[in-house]
């Protein structure tokens, strides 16, 4: 991806042979890359504990407007957080609390990334090829 942003004045990207975007890299992450990308590490010992993990998804449904699970496998949760009025420094103190209270191992917040907007078609064409 990185290649991509490098040498590219238009990206297109295709799901099932059918063209799904096409524009300037900014205007993908514009589009398609709004809001902040939430990772959540479980301790290994949570990794497979479903009431745990069914407790921190409750808790961030219920205390963060906006975020839609995107993935969840191997103690890692990822959530694309997409509401507006959501400051940044107010989502740092909300995981930092999290951190605390469910003893995770680590979280990462970022803006959407060129990589992150693919993997999001590469998974519709993964659901819809099936």
Known sequence: MEESEALCN?????VNGRFRCLGSI???KSKYGQGYTL???LKREDENNEKTLNVIK???QSNLQGAELKDDHQGMLQYHVVNPSL????LFKFMSHMKI???LEDYLISTTSLEQIFL???RAQRVSGE
């Open 87 to 90: 400051r940044l420094s107010h």
């Open 58 to 60: 409750g808790h961030i």
């Open 101 to 103: 209270q469910f003893q």
């Open 120 to 122: 999001t078609f590469a």
């Open 39 to 41: 990772i959540i590490k």
């Open 26 to 28: 900014q205007q993908l």
């Open 10 to 14: 238009r990206l297109a990207i295709m």
